[in-house]
């Protein structure tokens, strides 16, 4: 069963018209993550959460946003895509502890900029 | 969080052991090496981590070197499935952050 899930997995949208990927989680875990992969990259990460606490990467660019408004749901906002956003957005937990924090993926939502 | 440099790519014949390096020579004693791997088209999948011994887990062995400046991944079969490019990520305990860096692409032939 998937436990972190990605809706939907391929979304169109215009250019300046703001979008919004979800993300949702069955697994309870503290921190969640949203990365960007362009074609041919690695993932880079955009930001995360530990708990309600947001953690913004510095090169983020300001037209990303993101709400968490509970544990189990995470949410991305474009706020006026350009062709360069165009790229796979992909969702991933974890449970940071002091042993571990491995990460669970979903399988991403590719996005295209027309 | 330390830096991690792989090959580009590697390539092994199916059924055979596939050894995939990664050297971490600025690991700090607090950081894990994990691997992770991501099949065409798909998220990233965790594979294994470890801190200091070497790990074994149904999918795969990590051998930390005793200096911990290197690993290796071992998948012991290789199948065409595992065919992917593959992330050795350094990153401390307990911290939230895991960044990519550009990963090696294994390709398993028939």
């Known amino acids: 069963d998937a436990m972190v899930i990605q809706n939907p997995r391929y979304q169109v949208t215009q250019f300046g018209k703001p979008v919004t990927l979800s993300c949702s989680q069955t697994?309870?875990?503290?921190?969640m993550y949203w990365y960007q992969q362009k074609s041919s990259q690695a993932p880079k990460l955009l930001f995360h959460?530990?708990?309600?606490?947001?953690?913004n990467e510095a090169d983020t660019p300001d037209n990303f946003q993101s709400r968490r408004p509970n544990t189990s749901f995470c949410f991305l906002d474009i706020r006026s895509p350009g062709l360069g956003d165009a790229a796979m957005y992909l969702c991933?937990?974890?449970?940071?502890?002091?042993?571990?924090?491995?990460?669970?993926f979903g399988q991403g939502t590719r996005l295209t900029v027309v | 969080d330390a830096k991690t440099t792989q090959p580009t790519s590697m390539d092994c014949a199916e059924g055979r052991a596939a050894n995939l390096p990664c050297n971490h020579s600025?690991?700090?004693?607090?950081?894990?090496v994990y691997w992770y791997r991501q099949i065409h088209s798909q998220g990233p999948q965790y594979i294994i981590h470890?801190?200091?011994n070497n790990e074994t887990n149904e999918m795969a062995s990590l051998i930390i070197t005793e200096d911990r400046k290197s690993s290796t991944l071992i998948l012991p079969h290789a199948t065409l499935r595992d065919t992917a490019v593959y992330y050795c990520?350094?990153?401390?305990?307990?911290?939230?952050?895991?960044?990519f860096g550009k990963g090696i692409t294994l390709s398993v032939r028939p």
């Open positions: 991933a937990t974890s449970r940071s502890t002091f042993q571990s924090n491995e990460a669970f």
């Open positions: 697994l309870n875990h503290n921190v």
């Open positions: 959460y530990y708990d309600k606490d947001f953690n």
């Open positions: 600025t690991i700090s004693g607090n950081e894990y």
């Open positions: 470890g801190l200091k």
């Open positions: 990520i350094v990153s401390k305990f307990a911290n939230s952050k895991l960044t």
